[in-house]
């Protein structure tokens, strides 16, 4: 058992205790609340209690980067660790991030020593369909102990990175029209493979089953609405591209990336449409970024879009998401909003808050102790618990 005590906990459900507890047990938190409310606890059986005294630091969920591609480009590596895009195809929905990433990368170190406790990572933008995106915890032996859940999401992109990579072999896509039509060809095939199978597991007899199709099988999961498109789109029309097929199909969709979101905030907050802003501490390193904005993030906000803030590691190295968060607020975002940016709202958007995200009873310990105000530069963490188990602890 692990007790937190005299921190000054933001849940991120709205309620603050000023100088409170946290109790966790096989991972979960089981209780938390005002220090004068504590009860006794002592230890039980064979289990000991670890005490932690947070010393009046601020205590949060362990942050969440919504949308990166830690572990798939390794750190310092060059060619021989960039598993992200397997450009050779445009329609590749059947990769798992999961078999692309390296669980020992220094990154998801440097992540949980700045708060990080849960990224969501997949393959990258060069692909019409790139493949299937995962969450995973910052600390575990392997993979298989880091899934929070997977897959959680398809990637697809639309604009410039798969016209840009196509016109180099000369093939399809190299317009965006190109890149529309492939996306919606796939998804028809995706559609009519399910009704194929479900017309032969109704009627057998006069009904063939479709030959075995992975591409298809691993589509059937965003027709089926179980998990959305994760679109990358910067320009505000391949936004609105993106959202009108959705629409078409009747798809979840999350909007990444974004920037020139704040262009059209009225039509975002009209369609419910959730985004994830960033990389915003870049250059303008291309043609689509030529709108881009730290103010982005606090337009859409304030327009009643629910937003999450990501990092797009490497393009930000992971330590720097409450960096993002906290110049977000500099340019005009509430910090309370932009504090659930990389917390309970990234969780929700990514489908992940049934465990992480909050400080609530039931869910996953993920807890970051920080020496000041997390949006403050001067201010270090002090700990990061993940499931639990202190996997990062400040020298004193």
Not at 272 to 285: Q, Y
């Amino acid at each position: 058992m692990l007790l937190i005590t005299n921190g000054k906990i933001i849940t991120m459900t709205g309620q603050t205790f000023e100088k409170g507890y946290i109790l966790a047990d096989e991972g979960k938190i089981i209780e938390l609340g005002n220090m004068e409310d504590m009860p006794a606890i002592s230890a039980t059986g064979e289990k000991k209690v670890e005490v932690v005294d947070a010393e009046g630091g601020y205590v949060l969920p362990g942050f969440i980067d919504a949308h990166c591609h830690v572990g798939m480009w390794e750190d310092s590596i060059g060619f021989e660790g960039d598993d992200g895009n397997e450009a050779t195809d445009p329609v590749t929905p059947q990769l798992r991030a999961i078999d692309g990433v390296y669980h020992a990368d220094r990154s998801f170190v440097e992540a949980r020593e700045n708060g990080v406790t849960t990224v969501v990572t997949g393959p990258g933008s060069a692909n019409v369909i790139g493949g299937q995106f995962a969450a995973l915890k910052t600390y575990g032996r392997r993979i298989e102990e880091m899934i929070v859940k997977e897959p959680v999401a398809m990637k697809v992109a639309f604009g410039e990175n798969p016209k840009t990579v196509y016109y180099e072999k000369r093939q399809m896509p190299m317009t965006r029209m190109a890149t529309a039509a492939l996306l919606r060809e796939n998804l028809m095939k995706a559609a009519e493979y399910k009704q194929q199978l479900e017309d032969y597991d109704n009627d057998k007899e006069n009904n063939s089953k479709p030959d075995f199709d992975m591409k298809m099988e691993a589509l059937l999961k965003v027709i089926n609405r179980e998990i959305p498109l994760k679109a990358h789109a910067h320009r505000a029309d391949d936004i609105l591209t993106a959202i009108r097929i959705a629409k078409e199909f009747n798809l979840k969709i999350t909007i990444e990336h974004c920037t020139e979101g704040h262009l059209i905030k009225d039509i975002l907050a009209e369609e419910g449409v959730a985004v994830i802003v960033g990389p915003s501490l870049t250059d303008r390193s291309k043609p689509e970024l030529r709108n881009q904005s730290l103010k982005t993030p606090g337009i859409l906000s304030d327009s009643g879009v629910k937003v999450a803030i990501m990092t797009d590691h490497p393009c930000i190295p992971i330590q720097y998401l409450s960096l993002c968060a906290a110049m977000a607020v500099r340019e005009g975002m509430d910090e309370y909003e932009a504090m659930k940016a990389i917390t309970i709202n990234a969780a929700e958007i990514t489908g992940i808050s049934d465990r992480v995200g909050s400080l609530e009873k039931g869910k996953d310990a993920d807890i970051v102790i920080f020496n000041g105000h997390p949006f403050e530069l001067r201010t270090k963490v002090m700990m990061t618990v993940i499931n639990g188990n202190i996997v990062y602890r400040a020298q004193r």
